[in-house]
């Protein structure tokens, strides 16, 4: 592994003034990596919370600074506004050297970690561990089970689901499990699609979101078919809102938490870091 004693590593959330749980992934990694001391310094920053993405690098002082947007997609927000806040970029142009001298020191703008390959291992460890916590009435084999990975979509920006189509990818082409789809909430395959197009008993259901929210704890479940008045109810009582598995329309559904609080995503962090450094510029 490069030796980043030099470097600093800077995790850039969105956060939510809504959503409490939307900033604990980014402390999460941040506090692990901190903990194993590989870089000068690890700090977080966010677009909704403090502390500000436009204020973060007036505290980091090493030579070498990796900024990692954690984020599933390239988007709007870390093509356009991160790089804005970070003063990358002026008039949120897409176009930008990802790599910057600034005094005496140099910035490497990462990608966002949902475009990682490594990523897959993420997914594929979430799959497996809600089987193997819930393995009611026992647990099915993967080539007995349709994966689907579910995201948010949008028709406003392109790239939001190509990070989802290429895990699909990288899945199928491992032929571990029977079946392996995208679905979203609001783009074709629609997530409630999943009976119509499982041909498998068996749907374990991934959200390729970085936290848990509104979407992963109200809005899939019910995509789902689980009714309106329980997945509130549920909430209110600080239950999970999907039981798993549960069973609907004949077919016995799982449902995980997002990828994001997953514990492996800090080594994703590193090896998405290393692989920027070793590049010549």
């Known amino acids: 592994m490069e030796n980043f004693s030099d470097a600093a590593l800077v995790l850039v959330g969105h956060g939510s003034t809504l959503n409490a749980d939307s900033s604990a992934p980014t402390y999460q990694h941040a506090d692990e990596l901190r903990r194993r001391g590989l870089f000068a310094q690890v700090v977080e920053c966010f677009w909704?919370?403090?502390?500000?993405?436009?204020?973060?690098?007036?505290?980091v002082f090493a030579p070498r600074v990796f900024i990692v947007p954690l984020f599933i997609s390239e988007g709007y927000f870390t093509e356009q506004v991160i790089p804005r806040e970070l003063g990358l970029c002026a008039n949120d142009q897409p176009d930008f050297p990802r790599v910057?001298?600034?005094?005496?020191?140099?910035?490497?703008?990462?990608?966002?970690?949902?475009?990682?390959?490594?990523?897959?291992?993420?997914?594929?460890?979430?799959?497996?561990?809600?089987?193997?916590?819930?393995?009611?009435?026992?647990?099915?084999?993967?080539?007995?089970?349709?994966?689907?990975?579910?995201?948010?979509?949008?028709?406003?920006?392109?790239?939001?689901?190509?990070?989802?189509?290429?895990?699909?990818?990288l899945i199928r082409a491992r032929d571990e499990y029977g079946e392996v789809y995208a679905a979203f909430m609001e783009e074709d395959p629609r997530i409630g699609e999943c009976y119509r197009l499982a041909r498998t008993k068996h749907i374990v259901m991934v959200p390729f979101f970085i936290s848990d929210g509104l979407h992963s704890?109200?809005?899939?479940?019910?995509?789902?078919?689980?009714?309106?008045?329980?997945?509130?109810?549920?909430?209110?009582?600080?239950?999970?809102?999907?039981?798993?598995?549960?069973?609907?329309?004949?077919?016995?559904?799982?449902?995980?938490?997002?990828?994001?609080?997953?514990?492996?995503?800090?080594?994703?962090?590193?090896?998405?870091?290393?692989?920027?450094?070793?590049?010549?510029?």
């Not at 460890?125 to 009611?136: G, K, L, T």
């Open 48 to 59: 909704k919370l403090e502390p500000s993405i436009a204020g973060v690098l007036r505290g």
């Open 100 to 169: 910057q001298r600034r005094g005496t020191q140099t910035l490497f703008y990462c990608g966002p970690i949902g475009t990682h390959a490594s990523m897959t291992n993420i997914i594929l460890a979430r799959a497996r561990d809600i089987i193997e916590q819930h393995p009611f009435p026992r647990a099915p084999k993967p080539k007995d089970i349709a994966l689907f990975i579910a995201g948010h979509g949008t028709g406003n920006n392109e790239n939001s689901r190509v990070a989802i189509e290429r895990q699909v990818e």
């Open 217 to 281: 704890y109200e809005d899939i479940p019910m995509l789902l078919g689980e009714p309106e008045k329980t997945v509130r109810e549920r909430m209110r009582c600080g239950q999970p809102t999907w039981r798993n598995p549960s069973e609907k329309n004949g077919k016995l559904v799982w449902y995980t938490a997002s990828i994001g609080s997953e514990p492996h995503i800090a080594d994703v962090i590193l090896a998405h870091v290393g692989e920027i450094a070793s590049q010549e510029f």
